[in-house]
């Protein structure tokens, strides 16, 4: 599989901080704000790094309040992963809370990238639990998310823990996030995962790898349409599902 790569995996030491402490206005250290009056190019990025860092070890959730709301966005865009990987070890909860908090849809990309992040480097028990008990605008990206973290490290542990949640719809959840991630770093592992699944759940997840069938090395050199054929017609589904998954939606990506 592939590994996850974070901007820059920082050391982050436990600091308890209250969310309601995030919201205060924000004091930014003075060598960001003499970062922030470099010229653009690498020598400012790699210095806001540098300074960025030894701030986030101090003040994890005021930096994510800051590059979520005050910075400029093509910083960011730089720093926010670094801050995301600071996070999730130690305070991720903390975290997870304070974006749910503060933002939502379409606004939870920084969500996502939290919660892919807790499991992988965090605790993934805690961060599975968490799932459970996230608002119903952000329910489906929860399970999806701490299921394509998993599955970044550990393919069938992920695919495992998926298909034990009890409510349909977050499992139908989780089990995207493992197949979107196994289907870019194995398909044919992938494939052979869906075949076992349950024929809605497998319909499902079949949609997902189509979108990613550019993954599908052992269908290089053949006609597309062919392939996918091909592909559809050895899974263990209806007749009525296959065609469906035959008709190319909009924008030329099968999906859900």
Same mark, same amino acid.
Request: proline share 7%; net charge positive.
């Given at each position: 599989?592939?590994?996850?790569?974070?901007?820059?995996?920082?050391?982050?030491?436990?600091? #308890?901080?209250?969310?309601?402490?995030?919201?205060?206005?924000?004091?930014? /250290?003075?060598?960001? =704000?003499? @970062?922030?009056?470099?010229?653009?190019?690498? =020598?400012?990025?790699?210095?806001?790094?540098?300074?960025?860092?030894? *701030?986030?070890?101090?003040?994890?959730?005021?930096?994510?309040?800051?590059?979520?709301?005050?910075? #400029?966005?093509?910083?960011?865009?730089? $720093?926010? #992963? !670094?801050? $995301?990987a600071a996070l999730?070890?130690?305070?991720?909860?903390?975290?997870?809370? *304070?974006?749910?908090?503060?933002?939502?849809?379409?606004?939870?990309?920084?969500?996502?990238?939290?919660?892919?992040?807790? /499991?992988?480097?965090?605790?993934? &028990?805690?961060?599975?639990a968490w799932c459970?008990?996230?608002?119903?605008?952000?329910?489906?990206?929860?399970?999806?998310?701490?299921?394509?973290?998993?599955?970044?490290?550990?393919?069938?542990?992920?695919?495992?823990?998926?298909?034990? &949640?009890?409510?349909?719809?977050?499992?139908?959840?989780?089990?995207?996030?493992?197949? &979107?991630? *196994?289907?870019?770093?194995?398909?044919?592992?992938?494939?052979?995962?869906? %075949?076992?699944?349950?024929?809605?759940?497998?319909?499902?997840?079949?949609?997902?790898?189509?979108? =990613?069938? %550019?993954?599908?090395? !052992?269908?290089?050199?053949? @006609?597309?349409?062919?392939?996918?054929?091909? *592909? &559809? @017609?050895?899974?263990?589904?209806?007749? =009525?599902? %296959?065609?469906?998954?035959?008709?190319?939606?909009?924008?030329?990506?099968?999906?859900?």
């Amino acid at each position: 599989m592939k590994k996850y790569v974070f901007s820059l995996l920082l050391p982050l030491f436990f600091i #308890p901080l209250s969310i309601a402490g995030a919201k205060e206005a924000t004091k930014v /250290p003075e060598a960001v =704000e003499n @970062d922030l009056k470099m010229p653009k190019g690498q =020598e400012q990025n790699k210095a806001l790094t540098k300074d960025i860092a030894a *701030w986030v070890k101090k003040e994890p959730l005021v930096v994510l309040a800051w590059v979520s709301r005050e910075a #400029p966005k093509e910083l960011s865009n730089l $720093i926010g #992963p !670094q801050v $995301i990987a600071a996070l999730a070890p130690s305070n991720g909860k903390i975290a997870a809370d *304070w974006l749910i908090e503060n933002f939502g849809p379409p606004d939870y990309w920084r969500l996502h990238q939290l919660l892919v992040a807790w /499991p992988l480097s965090g605790d993934k &028990i805690e961060a599975a639990a968490w799932c459970l008990k996230a608002p119903a605008d952000a329910r489906y990206l929860s399970f999806f998310s701490v299921a394509d973290g998993l599955c970044r490290k550990n393919p069938p542990a992920a695919a495992d823990w998926a298909l034990k &949640i009890k409510a349909e719809s977050d499992r139908l959840a989780a089990i995207d996030g493992v197949t &979107i991630m *196994w289907a870019r770093g194995d398909f044919a592992k992938a494939t052979e995962w869906i %075949k076992t699944l349950e024929p809605a759940e497998a319909g499902a997840a079949a949609r997902m790898m189509l979108s =990613e069938w %550019k993954h599908n090395k !052992q269908a290089s050199g053949e @006609d597309e349409v062919t392939a996918k054929k091909k *592909w &559809i @017609d050895q899974l263990p589904l209806s007749s =009525e599902i %296959k065609e469906e998954l035959l008709k190319p939606l909009p924008g030329g990506r099968n999906k859900k």
